[in-house]
């Protein structure tokens, strides 16, 4: 048993492994469906080329009156065969307004009626062209295929004189895709390798501890229940097992906290290898390691905004636990509110101007209170970026400052979506969302507000929201102005 980790080290281990590996396969998931949205649109950009390029100045009207002749025929498809022959199409066809299939590649299908109804023959003409995937019976087998339906102009002012369809091998399609996921999927894979590598020998020496622990425990346990069977024979002997009762009583404190300190550590020591995995990240972004493609580039940098989002959710976990263990210490010194809005509101115009939201800042001299500057520096950042976050673009978003003497008030105000009633009461729950951010899609964690309102509570002060839904919303933060904490342990905290 010595050379084994302990269970819950396999355990945690086991469930962040699942957890790393179902983020993965989202995220690789999602590269796919763009790249192969991308590799279609490409397809069908080329199909167009096609079209108004090569084949405008070779197709008559005459070819879209009547089904071609023989001679004619052999034109086409020395035409298509020159065409296309690098495109991996299939087969291609010529449609009148009517349906009728005047030309094909394949040539039983000359004559005869198009599978598209008149309604969307009529669409593809009125517009640029459509395309879909389906598959289709090619020399007795069946193929899926990327189906570009596009108009034919004698030229680029003329009416349409017919559809243009063509038939192209959508296993061919993806193939480009897949160039792009490859290289995507084995740097996830090798990420989530590097997180478990860091992250095993952490939870070992955390859990080899706790194990330890347990195993005293029970020893004593078993030393307490037999004092407690001879207590009857002697005074002397109870009062003994009192005190052992006393003594266990402490070591099963002592053990609580230890697990409130293995969630904290746990937490806190995740920063380390996410940390490491952003090094390496921005390596491969300076193209250390080789030359970027642009879509390595772009899939990269989606990767590394996700690496950032998941190291601040990791901090703001962190404070949410010391808040509710009642560890939460302030840094009390004089703060100049007025100052300090005004530094936020600054550092929040980039993310204002991606927007075109306006953000400004009504500040009445107020005076200065006692505080801890960095956290209250935090509540005004969380709710600016909410308020950048829940408004619309051209939006508005204003903070106003005011004093009556006895409380400093910071008032943040947006034009945004508005909180429904229902969603007031539990709006600083931990990890609450409101139902128009789950029904937008909106991202989140649900942790903001709650860090917010312990950072205000933290001061003695109050936060209140007033919000009328599809018009705005209004947080009110009041601070008094000699806000006293009771005396905390120092701690650093990572938020």
Known sequence: MAGKPPRLTLRIASLTAVVLLCAGGAILWFV????TAQAESQAATRAQFLTTVLLEAELTPRDFANSVQARRRHELDRLFRRAVQEEGVVRVNLITPNRLITYSTDPAAIGGLSHQSRSEVTAVLRGDGARQISWVSIG???LKVLQTSLPVRPSRTSRPIGVFELYQDYARVASHAKKTLYPVAGFLL???????????????RVTAAVEERNRRLVEQAVKLERSLASAHEARSEAE????????????LRELDRLKDEFLSLVSHEL???????RGYLELVLEEEGGELSADQR???????????RLLRLVGDLLFVAQADAGRLSLEQGKVDIAALVAECVEAAQPAARDKAIGLSLLASPVPALVGDRGRLAQVLDNLISNALKFTPDGGSVSVRTSSDGEHVAVEVTDTGIGIALDDRPRLFERFFRSTAAAEQAIPGTGLGLAIVKAIVEAHRGRITVSSTEGYGTTFRVELPLAARTKPIETMDIAA
Do not use: E
Not at 240 to 245: D, F, G, L, S
Not at 298 to 308: C, E, P, T, Y
């Open 140 to 142: 007795g087998r069946r």
């Open 190 to 204: 090798l990420a989530i390798l590097v997180l478990c590598a860091a992250l095993v020998p952490i939870l070992r």
């Open 32 to 35: 796919n469906q763009q790249a």
């Open 240 to 251: 003994a097992a009192r005190k052992a009762m006393a003594q266990q009583n402490k070591r």
């Open 298 to 308: 772009r899939f990269l940098d989606a990767v590394q905004r996700n690496s950032g």
């Open 271 to 277: 920063r380390t290898p996410l940390t490491s995995i």
